[in-house]
């Protein structure tokens, strides 16, 4: 896929820099294998290895990205108005959660779909453990009733809750290590 990518965007469709991308690509495929290959054994779950499953979860994926594009722009309003309003209401909260995910794709997804949206930064994301940063008590709110991480289960498979238990970081020694 990423040959094919290089492929389009370059234009260019010469033997030899179709074989030099050929290389590139088995290249960047095998260090990546080398380099992480059993890194993670036994802690995430693994992903089915069928293609009708890997097509349903592109297409859910596909169906997720114009979703969390909708929640990045009413996030941007609502950091907008907490930052331009003259009480500037703003009451930063640090909160850890444990989510119902099990596999490192759908945790990575979770992670970055929570920094994607304004108003809230994945400070750490471990094992299955959230820190998050969150600007406001409705950005709280926004991790809090679960829906994000609803989503991201949806388009892996993988169980979720409808609410999801957060627990406050009041002080330095409460954060994880």
Same mark, same amino acid.
């Given at each position: 896929m990423l040959f094919a990518l290089w492929m389009a965007f370059s234009g260019v469709f010469v033997a030899e820099f179709m074989i030099i991308g050929g290389i590139s690509a088995v290249g960047a495929i095998a260090v990546s294998e080398l380099l992480f290959r059993g890194s993670h054994e036994g802690t995430y =779950? #693994?992903?089915?290895? #069928?293609?009708?499953?890997?097509?349903?979860? /592109?297409?859910? $994926? &596909? /169906?997720? &990205?114009?979703? &969390? =594009?909708?929640? *990045? /722009? *009413? #996030?941007? $309003?609502?950091? =907008? $108005?907490l930052v331009l309003h003259p009480k500037m209401p703003i009451d930063p909260t640090l909160v850890e959660f444990d989510t119902t995910l099990v596999s490192e794709r759908a945790q990575v997804t979770l992670a970055q779909s929570i920094t994607l949206t304004p108003g809230t930064v994945t400070v750490d994301a471990s094992d299955g453990k959230f820190l998050i940063h969150c600007l406001s008590r409705t950005t709280r709110q926004g991790i809090e009733d679960g829906v994000l991480q609803k989503r991201v289960a949806q388009v892996f498979g993988e169980p979720w809750v409808e609410h999801v238990e957060l627990t406050d970081i009041e002080s330095a020694s409460q954060v994880p290590q």
């Open positions: =779950a #693994s992903a089915p290895r #069928s293609v009708p499953w890997y097509v349903k979860t /592109v297409l859910r $994926f &596909l /169906v997720y &990205l114009p979703w &969390l =594009a909708y929640q *990045i /722009v *009413i #996030s941007n $309003f609502h950091v =907008a $108005f």
